[in-house]
T-cell receptor
């Protein structure tokens, strides 16, 4: 059973550049989530997909951020015109759908650490 | 107001001893789920244990157990027989029925297991 994989693991960029991260969820999972984690904090929710539909977006997801899941499998998170405040770990998670709504365990990838210089 | 509070920024425990990591939460929902995750220095969040608000018994998973006190809104994680590999950040998280699919995480507790 392959877990959630994220690419790249680390990204260093200059302020103002665009960056894109990729997440491959567990194959039978139809739900995919993006979180951001800054140093010393817990993850904060950014957005959620069910299949290819983006169903929830946090207000943390400014207009410089866009996420896609075009075929309901992998997802990309793009940040345009990066700022130093975007430096963080970006975590992706996936889960099954199902009737046991609350017990939907999210399985996380190892994250992409972004450093904006 | 914070939905998840973890009051212990750091904890130390001797190898083979038990340790309790505290978590209190705030919700007005009747239906919610509580989760504990472990994050080693490698960064991956590892699911440990789940407790549903309607579950009558405290959850257990191997060396992990959850001391769930619904009236006090607390869901403390108990790790028995600590091992050196348990050294990591531990996060408590909640999903509320009315809030959709996303988790709300606490600030975490760093556990250090001493040989």
């Amino acid at each position: 059973d392959t877990g959630v994989s994220q690419d790249p693991r680390h990204k260093i960029t200059k302020r103002g550049q665009n960056v894109t991260f990729r997440c491959d969820p567990i194959s039978e999972h139809n739900r995919l989530y993006w979180y951001r984690q800054t140093l010393g904090q817990g993850p904060e929710f950014l957005t959620y997909f069910q299949n290819e539909a983006q169903l929830e977006k946090s207000r943390l997801l400014s207009d410089r951020f866009s996420a896609e899941r075009p075929k309901g499998s992998f997802s990309t998170l793009e940040i345009q015109r990066t700022e130093q405040g975007d430096s963080a770990m970006y975590l992706c998670a996936s889960s099954r759908g199902g009737s046991v709504y609350i017990k939907n365990i999210q399985y996380f990838g190892a994250g992409t650490r972004l450093s904006v210089l | 107001a914070q939905k998840i509070t973890q009051t212990q920024p750091g904890m130390f425990v001797q190898e083979k001893e038990a340790v309790t990591l505290d978590c209190t939460y705030d919700t007005s929902d009747q239906s919610y789920g509580l989760f504990w995750y472990k994050q080693p220095s490698s960064g991956e969040m590892i699911f440990l244990i789940y407790q549903g608000s309607y579950d009558e018994q405290n959850a257990t998973e191997g060396r992990y157990s959850l001391n769930f006190q619904k009236a006090r809104k607390s869901a403390n994680l108990v790790i028995s027989a600590s091992q050196l590999g348990d050294s990591a950040m531990y996060f408590c998280a909640m999903r509320e029925d009315s809030w959709g699919q996303n988790f709300v995480f606490g600030p975490g507790t760093r556990l250090s297991v001493l040989p």
